[in-house]
């Protein structure tokens, strides 16, 4: 199993200098814009197939995480649950450290 620290502290670095939205109506509705779509472990069926099947309509990568919504929260430093969010700006470094990691 690998690390999640080079990880997690990327997806730090990505919310502290580019642009992220949280939430599965905000990333839907952002996916002509978005690099990248993540969710977490936690994330119900129903959702994860239709953030699945848009990702797939707009050729955008998605990324399911082995942490829940409570864990993804801290990694991003936020207060608040979120099972997904798009990153729609962020250092091109940065977005290929996370998809080298898939």
Known sequence: MTSLK??????????KTG????GLKES????DNSKLIICSSTISTEN??????????NSITL?????NSIGL????????????????????SDLNLILSKL
């Open 6 to 15: 080079p990880f997690e502290k990327t997806l730090k670095n990505i919310r």
């Open 73 to 92: 929260s801290k990694t991003l430093g936020l207060s608040y649950r979120i099972s997904v969010f798009s990153i729609l700006e962020a250092d091109e």
């Open 28 to 31: 839907i509705s952002s996916l």
């Open 19 to 22: 642009k992220v939205v949280y």
């Open 48 to 57: 994860l197939n239709l953030i699945e099947e848009k990702c797939k309509q």
């Open 63 to 67: 990324i399911t995480t082995e942490q």
